[in-house]
């Protein structure tokens, strides 16, 4: 049975940082991409970060570039995402997710674009809450 549990979440002032963590088991997923999501409270669910589990490229939205960073750890079966100066809009439910679509590699920009759409992604987790005070 796959299951993706997260952990790490909690209360912080802003300026402050969390690492979230995303327990993976039940299925290799070395072959697959890891994201990250949120969903503020009355809010529909945005996209936050995505990485391949073993490569070495990730992908980040707008609101969190520069900030946040996703990375995989093979040997604890685990997905992180650091999250650093912290913003009262960053409060939300952050869920990891993994999808098997490929990232579009764009040659003039030198870049890889992973999905930051929901349905790409087929495994979720139960999510974890982060509440950022100013």
């Known amino acids: 049975q796959v299951q993706l549990v997260e952990s790490g979440g909690g209360s912080v002032q802003a300026g402050g940082s969390l690492r979230l963590c995303c327990a993976a088991?039940?299925?290799?997923?070395?072959?697959?991409?890891m994201g990250w999501f949120r969903q503020a409270a009355g809010k529909e669910r945005n996209f936050v970060a995505a990485?391949?589990?073993?490569?070495?490229?990730?992908y980040y939205s707008d609101f969190v570039k520069g900030r946040f960073t996703i990375s995989t750890d093979n040997v604890k079966n685990t997905v992180y995402l650091q999250m650093n100066n912290l913003r009262p809009e960053d409060t939300a439910i952050y869920y990891c997710a993994a999808g098997l679509d490929l990232p579009y590699y764009d040659s003039h920009r030198k870049t890889y674009y992973y999905s930051d759409s929901g349905a790409s992604y087929v495994y979720w987790g139960q999510g974890t809450q982060v509440t950022v005070s100013s």
């Open positions: 990485k391949g589990w073993s490569a070495n490229t990730s």
């Open positions: 088991s039940g299925r290799t997923f070395r072959n697959y991409i």
